[in-house]
């Protein structure tokens, strides 16, 4: 069906008396389709997203700005083609004002167009690939997370800053695992001794382990997210490699630790937040997530939690006009609220410049564990593809 | 590469091998007496694992949870069979790769809604949690070199029990030639359930054995069954000497086939292409080995001789 012949359909349906559709459309409330993916392996991301965003509405008492606020739930299942599916009739039937969530690129790959060409805004609250934060940038999406290469590239510069002279370099054979290759490098001058690929379905790291081990490196550095990491971890561990630094990005961190366990101790992670922060608003949020979930929020749900805070906050300023875009759009620009992370703005491509912090795994005095901050790594850091941004 | 890698490399491929080959016994005994192609064998080891996992946490012991697991993972191999696989045994194989083919989607998406889908906390088994150190500055995990101890007993306690006793002969007739079998008053029924269940609870004792060294996470099952695939079809479908053997020879080519893969293209290109190479073709390894043995020897290297 054409979009001519669903607006006829509408339209005959408004004349033969169903009034509900018309109701709907004046009703004074903000609706928004939070996509993420909460089916299949990769759901635990998903959960944090989900559940940063909805503690994030229950402490501003159900309302975005005022106004009361609908979130409709989509599972993208972590399918392109279903996520686009799912969020065409979240954007023509549910008119959404705003589409927020996404845990992967692919996923925001298929569903970017669609939205921002109806003028719907898209906010992320994870996924920051380099495709949309240079040429690629857009008036109608914005991110509360990261650009992709920001937390390697601390890693990289952790490495540099440690004075370490040969790393030894593990990461899976795909896309993401090479840019993660490429961002640490672009601020680790020294040698790399080796650079391992293993495929995304690897069963057993006792060869790479024990690659390590012989070639004697003075820290590794790896990219291994969900399962895999489980394996690497425990791996690096029981082979006795511990006291080789392990420097990592989504390898250890509050979606994986709850099965690594002891193995993980000491590991270190890149992240933008971490739930030790001092801030009150942080320690508030930390108390009341763990309360009504029962688990550890990580960067995923801190966020998710922020991404509330911007729609919020940009509600407020225009008084809650969401059909006026441009001031919608404006006021998202200014992102005048206090994130968990503290040192928050939106550069010119709707990316943060915001803080990177190397982080360890700690086991806490309750039994649970959490990473912890170390300390501040790079100050105010802007993506290196924000140059290339024409916003118009 | 030094003699003390090569060495751990040869110990890391004999440990994934014997892995592999607990898997694969039980799979190629099903689709060697049976002629049944089972895909749901895979869940078999994931269920074995996340049973022994939860157990293990429950009674705090490891190996409580080992040996509580082997009689459940029997347990859900014969309600399996008697639900779904005895209903397919008279199909074609089609429609049994389509049938055991939901088994895993129903049973993977089963484990979820139980146990959520983030990797399962495993108990680190009891006395096993130091390691030998075999190379300076690498510890090999005392519980790795368990692992290989009782894949060989278990492998030789498989050879007497088809080689040696009066079931095991049935199993070997049942292999050659299952009509004979039943036409001489023997329950063929009962016996492939026997199989069946047998089979079932050696995956789970894989998958057990697996879960403190691997991540217990749903579908783990997937990436073992399509290498004990091609474990049975090298060694010879329904052969358990081959599937020995095969499981070895796999678990071997692919461990030093990614140590040493990338090492040795990097003779005869740049370093970065022979990283990228050396990995796509180390993946791959495993396969081309399978067709080349195939290619010369269509039914495996130990073929069971069919009446």
Known sequence: ?392 | MSVNLLLVQLLNGAQLGILLFLVAAGLTLVFGVMDFINLAHGVQYMLGAYVAASLGVWANSFWLGLLLALPVSLLIGLVLEWLVFRHLYGRDHLSQVLATFGVILTVDDAVRAIWGSAPLPVPQPEGFTGGVEIMPGLTYPTFRLAIIVVGLLVALLLWLLVDRTKAGMLVRAGASNAPMVSALGVDIGKLFTLVFGFGAMLAGFAGALAGPVFAVTPGMGDAVLILAFVVIVIGGIGSIRGAFIAAVLVGLIDTLGRAMLPDLLRLVMDASSARQTGAALASMLVYIVMAAILFFSPAGLFPVRRG
């Open chain 1, 1 to 392: 069906m054409n979009r001519r012949a669903l607006l006829g359909t509408a339209a005959a349906a408004g004349f033969s008396g169903a009034m509900p559709s018309l109701v709907r459309a004046q009703a004074p409330g903000i609706k928004v389709g939070f996509l993420a993916t909460l089916s299949g392996p990769a759901a635990t991301l998903g959960n944090q997203l989900r559940d940063g965003w909805l503690l994030s509405v229950k402490h501003l008492d159900g309302k975005l700005g005022g106004v009361p606020v609908e979130t409709l739930v989509i599972d993208d299942e972590l399918k392109p083609d279903v996520a686009l599916t799912k969020v065409r009739a979240a954007l023509e039937r549910d008119k959404v004002d705003a589409v927020v969530g996404v845990v992967f690129s692919n996923i925001l790959q298929a569903v970017f167009r669609p939205v921002t060409e109806s003028q719907t805004f898209l906010i992320t609250a994870n996924a920051g690939p380099s495709t949309y934060a240079g040429r690629g940038c857009n008036p109608y999406f914005f991110t509360t997370a990261y650009q992709n290469d920001q937390p390697h590239a601390t890693m990289g510069q952790v490495a540099q800053d440690e004075g370490y002279k040969r790393i030894f370099i593990l990461v899976p054979n795909y896309q993401a695992g090479k840019d993660a290759v490429a961002g640490f490098k672009s601020r680790f001058k020294g040698e790399v001794v080796d650079e391992i690929y293993v495929p995304l379905n690897q069963l057993d790291f006792s060869t790479e382990v024990a690659k390590i081990a012989a070639a004697k490196p003075d820290a590794i550095f790896t990219f291994m997210p969900g399962g895999l990491g489980v394996n690497l971890v425990r791996a690096y561990r029981q082979a006795g490699l511990a006291s080789i630094p392990f420097l990592s990005t989504f390898t250890v961190d509050e979606a994986t630790l709850p099965a690594q366990q002891d193995a993980a101790l000491g590991f270190y992670t890149a992240a933008t937040w971490a739930p030790d922060f001092a801030n009150d608003q942080s320690k508030r949020f930390v108390k009341d997530f763990e309360a009504a979930y029962g688990y550890v929020p990580g960067n995923y749900a801190a966020q998710a939690y922020d991404a509330a805070l911007l729609v919020d906050s940009a509600v407020k300023k225009t008084g809650g006009r969401m059909s006026d875009k441009a001031a919608v759009r404006a006021a998202l620009e200014k992102a005048d609220f206090t994130s968990l992370r503290g040192n928050f703005r939106l550069g010119v491509n709707h990316y943060p410049v915001q803080d990177f912090y190397l982080c360890k795994v700690v086991k806490r005095p309750d039994g649970k564990y959490a990473t912890e901050t170390v300390r501040k790594v790079l100050t105010n850091d802007t993506d290196p593809h924000a140059a290339e941004c024409r916003m118009r």
